[in-house]
Structure formats: structure tokens, C-alpha cells
């Protein structure tokens, strides 16, 4: 954005850094999320007390499609599998979940890959962009982004600090995020970074 740019100061939602995507011997590890995180820490101290961390959490009780989904997935219904949905250690926000106490974060628990809702934004004081990073690109990354764009929020979507399933599956999910410009924007943390400090 310009510099007579009305427009709000941007949210960073960092989507799913969790253990369940994070530990090697996790069903549903995600191979990139090291360098994913690596990202999303840069980002996170650029953007001070305007972060939001997702997590994405199992249902009491799956309904239509969440059915089969969890058939395939059984590991993530049984209770011993509950810790595994916890944030990582580096992304676990200080006890008070308070906002407006530096070093905090708001958290967004949801149980579908899209954590874009209307109460995520209420939650964030009605952001007009927002900055996505996390994992996985290729789900919930992408299924965030498009849910996001369609509720007219610009979002710029971090590629050096996502994850895919794969590294093809992050390229792929990438180029089709890009042909949502103007709505959606890939770009990266350098990037970001030197946004956030033109516009102090």
C-alpha cells in the first residue's frame, strides 16, 4: 500500500504451528514445517501484538463428511492424541490470553481447515489485510486465504514461511493462490518485513 493509504495495519494469522504437523512421528507431519516456522518467527516479532495463531482441533462428534475424514484419521480421536493438537513450544502464547499484553496472542480454535470466520474477524477488530503464514500451504493455508478473500479482506500469503504436504504440493497451492491477485498476494517475509518498517 501506498503511503496515503487509509487502509488498516495489517493481522498476521499464523495458521496450525502445532505439534500433531510438527513431530516426525505424527500421522499428519508436515515435512516443510522447520523452515515454515523459521518463517513465521520473523514475522511474528515484526508484527508485535497484532498476531492471531490458529490451531486446528478435532470435533466432539464429526458430522457429514468429517465422518469419513476421521475414519482415514482415527489416531486424532483417540484421547491420548489430545497434546499433540497443542501449539510448539515456540508458539505458545504467554497464560494470559489478553491481547493487549505484549507478548500474547489471539487465539483462533477451530475444527475445519478454513479458520476464516466472522467471529475470527470480530476477534481482530475487522482487519481489511491480513498476512497468512503456517501449514499446511496446500490446506488449511489456502482454504484460510480463499475464505478470507471472499469476505473482502486483502491477504498476503508468506511462501517462505509456509509448509506444504510436500514441496510440490506448496508450489502448486502457491500457484493457485496467485491467481486470486489483487485479492490475494503471494509474496515473502523480506518483503513483509520491509512493508512493516516503511510504514512506521
Known amino acids: 500500500m501506498n503511503a496515503g493509504s487509509a487502509i488498516k495495519q495489517p493481522w498476521l494469522v499464523l495458521i496450525d ?12 507431519c508436515t515435512p516443510m514445517f522447520d523452515s ?57 502464547p504467554a497464560e494470559s490470553n489478553d491481547p493487549a499484553e505484549p507478548g500474547n496472542a489471539v487465539l483462533l480454535d477451530r475444527t475445519t481447515f478454513n479458520k476464516w470466520d466472522a467471529a475470527a474477524a470480530e476477534a481482530l477488530g475487522q482487519p481489511e489485510q491480513i498476512v497468512l503464514a503456517g501449514v ?26 509456509c509448509g506444504g504436504v510436500s514441496e510440490e504440493d506448496h508450489q502448486r497451492a502457491l500457484e493457485l493462490l496467485s491467481l486470486y491477485s489483487p485479492q490475494i498476494e503471494v509474496t515473502t517475509v523480506d518483503a513483509v518485513l520491509e512493508s512493516l518498517a516503511g510504514s512506521l
Not at 505439534?19 to 505424527?26: I, K, P, T
Open 36 to 92: 515454515a516456522a523459521a518463517g513465521c518467527q520473523r514475522l511474528k516479532v515484526g508484527f508485535g501484538d497484532r498476531v492471531a495463531l490458529s490451531r486446528f482441533l478435532v470435533p466432539e462428534q464429526p458430522e457429514g463428511s468429517w465422518i469419513p475424514y476421521y475414519q482415514r484419521w482415527p489416531f486424532a480421536l483417540e484421547p491420548e492424541s489430545v497434546e499433540l493438537f497443542d501449539l510448539t513450544a515456540d508458539f505458545s
Open 17 to 28: 504451528l502445532q505439534r500433531v504437523f510438527a513431530e516426525a512421528d505424527s500421522p499428519w
Open 136 to 161: 499446511s500451504t496446500d490446506c488449511c493455508v489456502l482454504s484460510t486465504a480463499l475464505a478470507a478473500a471472499d469476505a473482502g479482506v486483502l491477504v498476503q500469503v508468506v511462501a517462505d514461511a
